[in-house]
């Protein structure tokens, strides 16, 4: 794991907020990588997040193995135990549309990104 984190003190983004975004987004990476095997090649989770031109930016990349689950252009759960899977892509939505924000997910075949902008109050 590598974090490059330059967040200011005071933000009007709750940090509870914050919190439920890091740590879904951080779940979604550690389930990824768990279900990599050694030959699909290095685990990794890199999560960068900063303030530019009025967003708190936070972005989180991480190795895969490439099965994607996509349900009409929606990204859905790929384990097998579905009783309470969903919920961490729901709850980034969430806090992501709670701040006027935007969420952009892609992937390549190796490497799933997830880019999360909270607007913040001027």
Do not use: W
Request: with cysteine.
């Amino acid at each position: 794991m590598e974090f490059d984190l330059i967040i200011p003190p005071q933000l009007s983004v709750r940090d509870i907020d914050i919190l439920i975004l890091l740590g879904n987004l951080l779940d979604n990476a550690m389930e990824a990588c768990k279900r990599l095997e050694i030959e699909d090649g290095e685990k990794f989770i890199y999560v960068n997040a900063r303030v530019q031109k009025g967003f708190l930016c936070i972005q989180v990349n991480n190795s895969y193995n490439g099965l994607l689950n996509l349900v009409e252009n929606s990204y859905a759960t790929v384990k097998t135990e579905k009783h309470f899977c969903g919920i961490g892509l729901s709850n980034i939505k969430r806090i992501v549309n709670k701040y006027h924000g935007k969420l952009n997910i892609t992937h390549t075949e190796t490497v799933f990104s997830v880019l999360a902008l909270l607007a913040l109050d001027e």
